[in-house]
């Protein structure tokens, strides 16, 4: 299995409160990716990252933020948490930019927000 | 923009029988790539199949192949005897190239897939 580690596992939280998901991987990938799933959309792309500061916007990105200040850490930050950002968030990672790479995902971080 | 399209919310199989769950999708790109991926309850996502666009034959992995007919852009995964554990949510995911290199994924709605015995 990749290494991959997202905390919390679980978290719930009230509405307005800053949130912050951590992905931590130890395959030395260079790419990593947030998605989140719901019910009826499947996953959708948050926020990506090329490399350490390189970072860019997916499908979903308003009301959230990332930040990779080194390669084994992606950062996902709920600034003010809305019950619409209630989800199950996936952390994915994929080697190269080779287009037959899969990318491999975390055990997700389910999300409740009161 | 990318779309994929699983038009199957729920499927049943019987043990050991084959089953194909059906994936279109649409791209104006010459290039990319579809990706399956499997969901157990227990949550984790697991990759299972890849097919590029210029690939000349049907992607293979064990028990998994992709039926892939591209003229009518469809990517069909069929599993061939059918087990207990292969009852999970089957997603099909498109890739597309980005900025900086990587594979963003489209990913659509998902197959529910029971096996009975």
């Known amino acids: 299995d990749a290494g991959i580690t997202q905390s919390p596992r679980h978290k719930v939280t009230e509405t307005g409160t800053p949130v912050t998901l951590r992905c931590h991987q130890t395959e030395n990938h260079r790419y990593m990716y947030w998605y989140r799933q719901d019910p009826g959309h499947g996953l959708r792309l948050i926020h990506y990252?090329?490399?350490?500061?390189?970072?860019d916007k997916g499908e979903v990105s308003d009301g959230y933020s990332v930040s990779r200040s080194k390669t084994e850490d992606f950062l996902l930050t709920l600034e003010s948490a809305t019950s619409s950002q209630t989800s199950v968030y996936f952390c994915?990672?994929?080697?190269?930019?080779?287009?037959?790479?899969?990318?491999?995902f975390g055990d997700g971080t389910r999300l409740s927000i009161l | 923009a990318q779309k994929i399209t699983q038009t199957q919310p729920g499927m049943f199989v019987q043990e050991k029988e084959a089953v194909t769950l059906d994936c279109t999708y649409d791209?104006?790109?010459?290039?990319?790539?579809l990706f399956w991926y499997k969901q157990p309850s227990s949550g984790e996502m697991i990759f299972l199949i890849y097919q590029g666009s210029y690939d000349q034959q049907n992607a293979t992995e064990g028990r998994y192949s992709l039926n892939f007919q591209k003229a009518r852009k469809s990517a069909n995964l069929v599993i061939s005897a059918s087990q207990l554990g292969d009852s999970a949510m089957y997603f099909c995911?498109?890739?597309?190239?980005?900025?900086?290199?990587?594979?963003?994924?489209?990913f659509g709605t998902g197959t529910q897939l029971k096996v009975e015995l």
């Open positions: 994915a990672i994929s080697d190269s930019g080779q287009g037959n790479q899969p990318q491999h």
């Open positions: 990252s090329y490399g350490v500061k390189d970072t």
């Open positions: 791209t104006s790109d010459p290039s990319y790539g």
């Open positions: 995911a498109m890739r597309e190239d980005f900025t900086g290199g990587g594979n963003k994924l489209t």
